[in-house]
């Protein structure tokens, strides 16, 4: 049972423009969402986070967005740079399931210059 | 510096073997996890800690076995019953309801 959805394995945009991945979530008790960035052979680097009392929260280029009611969250990359190319992997705990994330399976984003 | 470390990046096992994956963390961080990730497949939980000489069971548990007896490390031995052992391992550790930090991770490969 995939608690965590990111039904687009991959996405390629042009550089400069904007970037959406998307997510979905069936388990109501999740709080608290992340999104992570990694390369082939390495760990996933921490992007950005939000707890579900928000709706929304920025940082420079990365903006999540949570839509508790349809269960489901979008990362946005504006602009988009070469260096974005990744795979991108979003993920969600529950503070009442001793806060473990669970992932997603990734969205590979390819940003062409 | 403060990190997570896994020892070592790349590991060959002999069919039957058990096998131990290290990771260490300096960061004084609490929960530590235990992740498998497959070609083409997201992060699936093996294992996962809260709090010294306690853990529990993930989604994929079976074949696998951890220990915390110290804050820093928390060690995954592959067993001989994990029938398809062939992955990419990733340790992480996190305090609660924070953003988990993720080692380099380790390749292993039954030959």
């Known amino acids: 049972d995939q608690q965590v959805k990111q039904n687009s394995p991959s996405l390629s945009v042009q550089e400069g423009r904007i970037s959406i991945l998307n997510c979905d979530y069936t388990?109501?008790?999740?709080?608290?969402f992340l999104w992570y960035k990694k390369y082939p052979a390495e760990g996933p680097t921490f992007l950005i986070s939000?707890?579900?009392?928000?709706d929304k929260n920025e940082d420079g280029r990365f903006t999540v967005f949570l839509n508790k009611s349809a269960k489901h969250l979008s990362l946005h990359i504006v602009p988009s740079q070469p260096g974005d190319s990744a795979v991108y992997f979003c993920?969600?705990?529950?503070?009442?399931?001793?806060?473990?994330?669970?992932f997603g399976t990734g969205t590979r984003l390819a940003v062409r210059p | 510096d403060g990190g997570i470390t896994q020892s070592p990046k790349y590991l060959f096992r002999k069919e039957g073997q058990n096998v131990t994956l290290s990771c260490e963390q300096n960061?004084?961080?609490?929960?530590m996890y235990w992740y498998r990730q497959d070609p083409g497949q997201g992060l699936r939980l093996i294992y996962y800690?809260?709090?010294?000489?306690?853990?529990q069971k993930g989604d994929i548990a079976e074949g696998y076995s951890v220990s915390r007896e110290k804050k820093e490390s928390f060690p995954l031995t592959v067993t001989s019953a994990q029938k398809n052992p062939t992955a990419f391992y990733l340790c992480?550790?996190?305090?609660?309801?924070?953003?988990?930090?993720f080692g380099q991770g380790t390749r292993l490969t039954v030959v």
């Open positions: 388990n109501s008790m999740f709080d608290y």
């Open positions: 992480a550790s996190g305090f609660r309801n924070t953003e988990a930090f």
């Open positions: 800690s809260q709090i010294v000489n306690d853990f």
């Open positions: 993920a969600a705990s529950a503070g009442s399931s001793g806060d473990k994330l669970t």
């Open positions: 939000i707890s579900s009392i928000k």
């Open positions: 960061l004084n961080h609490d929960a």
